[in-house]
């Protein structure tokens, strides 16, 4: 019975200890938030709430300090910068692709481009002329390499080329531009006078208006600039 009660008065203990402590704990939280809010009695059930998950976290997870070892995250770090990378050539069996393969780099996109040129070179190449020539194959595949290499650039520039900006700004940035440009010219002329006029002369007038105003494009102010364009 002796030890029941000293059981009992132990428990008792322990929850004024812990009681006092969560008050304390409650109270600082508390305290430190009422820098975000002056009203203690808001901040008390956050500090509760706060104090629960941290006694939480702490129950279930344990924390260590990381023990590092200097001598061995060196001597990793020394092998790592002496391992070759799995691209390096000294260990590549096969020459590396062409620049323009590595542009495209899509093998789908590859094989139809080549596909395609060697068909066009095929038809419009060795069998048209270049074997009447001579049988030598060297230029056709000079040309060959040519074309691909200017495909190959190409890819790479497209890539660089952020479709949504190009969709939705310079697109219709430019069509607006036009369409302003017209409207602008259609007032000039007079808008009862373009309707009655044949699709020729208004686009003699546009481009008479136009060229007065130096807005037109070279290629069409003569067959001749249109051929030097």
Not at 8 to 26: F, G, M, N, P, S
Not at 62 to 69: P, S
Not at 174 to 194: A, C, E, P, W, Y
Request: contains cysteine; hydrophobic residues 45%.
């Amino acid at each position: 019975m002796k030890k029941t009660m000293e059981s009992v008065q132990d428990l008792i203990e322990e929850a004024k200890l812990r009681t006092v402590w969560w008050a304390l704990c409650i109270f600082a939280v508390s305290y430190l938030l009422t820098h975000t809010s002056k009203s203690m009695l808001m901040n008390a059930p956050i500090a509760i709430l706060l104090v629960s998950g941290l006694r939480m976290l702490f129950n279930e997870v344990e924390f260590r300090w990381k023990v590092h070892d200097v001598r061995l995250q060196s001597y990793l770090s020394h092998l790592e910068k002496k391992q070759l990378s799995a691209n390096d050539s000294r260990l590549a069996t096969m020459p590396p692709p062409p620049k323009w393969k590595r542009d495209i780099d899509s093998p789908v996109v590859e094989a139809a481009m080549q596909d395609f040129i060697d068909k066009l070179l095929r038809d419009f190449v060795s069998d048209l002329w270049y074997s009447d020539i001579t049988p030598d194959k060297e230029a056709p595949e000079l040309i060959r390499a040519v074309i691909m290499d200017a495909l190959g650039e190409v890819s790479g520039r497209v890539k660089e080329v952020n479709l949504v900006d190009l969709l939705t700004r310079d697109v219709v940035d430019l069509i607006g531009d036009h369409l302003d440009l017209f409207r602008k010219n259609q007032t000039s002329i007079g808008v009862d006078v373009m309707g009655i006029l044949s699709s020729e002369e208004r686009d003699e007038r546009l481009k008479h208006h136009l060229l007065a105003s130096k807005q037109l494009h070279p290629a069409l102010i003569s067959p001749e600039s249109e051929y030097k364009v």
